[in-house]
């Protein structure tokens, strides 16, 4: 059983950057296509026809692609909810959307992870307050995001950093240590919010279709790249067999009754076999989009818990 359309779509304006993050989940995805503005516009009303009213505008860096103000100016015309993530490096540009739209209308978060901030930029974000964000890896969250954590004003995001290879899982940790490490800070910054797959644990009190589902994926959400190409999730970008059609040439519907959607709208049991997990009844197993990238098995565990976990479990009994 799943609903009529998503809840909101992930959208990839364009995929060009002007940075080199080594923790960046595209990084490595070869398009250089950018939708143009007109395509865009008729992409935003076949989104509202289809009666899906939220789209993250990601990346790349989507400052970068040269109608974006356009493309914002489009989808706000059409009342859709707009959620921008970006690096802040173009923060005239911020200021400018900044001033022209509210926070009900545009959601501009700023991702920090590096150990200093433009003085510009912070200066935007103590002027706008804007939802900042923070990958959250094996090493400490980054000092500049830390001095956000108690701002009034300011919602935070601490995100569980994405695997796309075996390299990754170095600066990993498992989801139940970021579990602890968020539910830590919330106890002393409850402006602070978790960002992860809901294949780990769903809000159903949010939404309740996810209580039977093996994750977002096709259920709540679609990710389209800028050609129009639909995925159920951008982590598929790398395996055109989960490709769900083009949203240019096909109809929406049927995209999202493609069969390929199956397997991310049912949900039997946990099959991680780290059964001592607190979070074990209630985790749903992972990112299936991990486990296939890194282990080359949709159904699989997701590494980032299972390989960690024999790895601390060996080293102890050493």
């Not at 949203?247 to 991310?264: K, M, Q, V």
Request: with cysteine; proline share 6%.
């Amino acid at each position: 059983m799943y609903t009529s359309a998503p809840e909101y779509i992930q959208f990839f304006p364009t995929l060009r950057c002007n940075r080199h993050c080594g923790f960046c989940f595209n990084r490595g995805v070869g398009t250089e296509s950018e939708i143009t503005a007109d395509g865009f516009e008729w992409l935003a009303g076949k989104i509202v026809d289809a009666g899906i009213g939220e789209i993250d505008i990601l990346g790349g860096e989507p400052t970068l692609h040269p109608d974006i103000v356009r493309l914002i100016d489009k989808a706000a015309t059409l009342k859709l909810r707009l959620n921008l993530s970006t690096n802040g490096t173009n923060v005239a540009l911020l200021e400018n959307l900044s001033n022209a739209y509210d926070k009900n209308t545009l959601s501009i978060g700023i991702s920090l992870n590096d150990c200093l901030v433009a003085k510009e930029l912070e200066d935007y974000i103590a002027k706008y307050r804007p939802v900042v964000k923070t990958i959250c890896k094996k090493t400490a969250v980054s000092q500049p995001a830390n001095i956000y954590f108690d701002m009034p004003g300011i919602t935070c995001y601490l995100l569980y950093m994405d695997a796309i290879s075996e390299s990754d899982l170095i600066n990993s940790i498992p989801f139940e240590e970021f579990y602890k490490q968020l539910s830590d800070l919330r106890d002393n910054y409850p402006n602070i919010s978790g960002v992860y797959c809901e294949g780990f644990l769903a809000d159903t009190k949010k939404q309740p279709i996810l209580r039977n589902t093996r994750c977002p994926a096709g259920t709540t959400k679609l990710s389209i790249l800028p050609d129009g190409s639909a995925y159920p999730c951008y982590l598929f970008f790398r395996h055109p067999e989960f490709r769900l059609g083009n949203i240019f040439t096909e109809g929406f519907e049927d995209i999202w009754r493609s069969p390929i959607l199956n397997y991310f709208r049912k949900f039997e049991r946990n099959k991680c076999p780290v059964t001592a997990c607190k979070l074990f009844s209630e985790c749903h197993g992972g990112c299936p989009a991990v486990s296939l990238l890194i282990c080359n098995d949709i159904e699989a565990p997701d590494p980032r818990c299972t390989k960690l976990h024999r790895a601390q479990t060996t080293a102890k009994a050493s």
